[in-house]
């Protein structure tokens, strides 16, 4: 279904009609000064070359709150050739993760630095419009990809809508194991005692019923997105740590259940941390999770 537009006047409504920009650079430089409000994602660097051997040049490059690299690519209308352009740049991201993480450095210092994580490095496509042949065909890449449709009405308003997403999965070494050191959420998880397993599924489901979520595996917890992340899940050896996008301070706290994390170091975004060990815990956090929903929309 195509997002349509409407203007209220009193009691009438008049559709207003979404255009192309004139120029994909125009759409580029907006997007790449608000990339943060618009994309969730802390802009790094413009036009990047790739160097003789890849021939091209990346349109964005930025870093997501999840500490995942991010490779944005524009097109002004639409062009099935978006989509293996960012495929083609990711494998030289891959093959550069030392320049990528000094140019990290360069813009927002070594603390974020530190904080990349390779395991699963996002691609965003913006344009105009995709095919159905262009969503059917992310779900078979095993990469974590968004489409994006963006829409200008006028000089005021621009729309970009999520039109398909897959999270892609934790990148492998060539053995098949998990290219990381440390145990990665999915490890945790396939070590936990059978009880968080369970918690967890019931978890899960609960917050992908929500509807336009979808979740992300990352090295160290389970990003729930609805746009941005709205919950991370870390799984620990007797419990689940929740990291919701909530204000601690308008919540009745309560040990051993709900702590304020604020200015404190955890993995995961949020300052609100439910600690989930039980069934009867998920059921009383139930009403957070919701909250931390609903507040991203």
Known sequence: ?????????????TELVGTAVLLERDLQAYVERNMATLLGVRFLDTEVRTGPLHGGRIDSLGLDEDGSPVIVEYKRTRDHNVIN??????????????????????????????????????????????SRYDVHAIGEMNRRIDLVRYRAFGEELLT???????AGSA???????LAVARPTAEQRLAGAARVVRA?????????????????????QYVAYR???????????????????RLDPAAVDL?????????????????DLEVRIASPAALVRAAPLLRAAYEAVA
């Open 160 to 166: 970009l809508e999520l039109v398909a997403s897959v």
């Open 199 to 219: 918690l967890y599924d019931d978890l899960d489901g609960r917050l992908l019923d929500y509807g336009d979520v979808h979740s992300v595996q990352l090295k």
């Open 171 to 177: 990148a492998r070494s060539g053995s098949g194991a």
């Open 226 to 244: 609805r746009g941005p992340n709205f919950a991370s899940v870390k799984v620990q050896v007797s419990s689940l740590l929740v990291y919701l």
């Open 1 to 13: 279904m195509v997002l349509r537009v409407f203007r209220r006047d009193g009691d009438s409504a």
């Open 254 to 270: 309560e040990e051993g259940f709900t702590r304020d994390v604020h200015g404190i170091g955890h993995h995961g975004t949020g």
């Open 85 to 130: 352009q960012a495929l083609f740049y990711l494998a030289w991201l891959r093959d550069h993760r030392d320049a990528f993480e000094a140019l990290v450095v360069r813009r927002l210092g070594q603390e974020a630095a530190a904080e990349v994580d390779w395991s699963n490095p996002r691609i965003i496509c913006i344009a105009a419009d995709y």
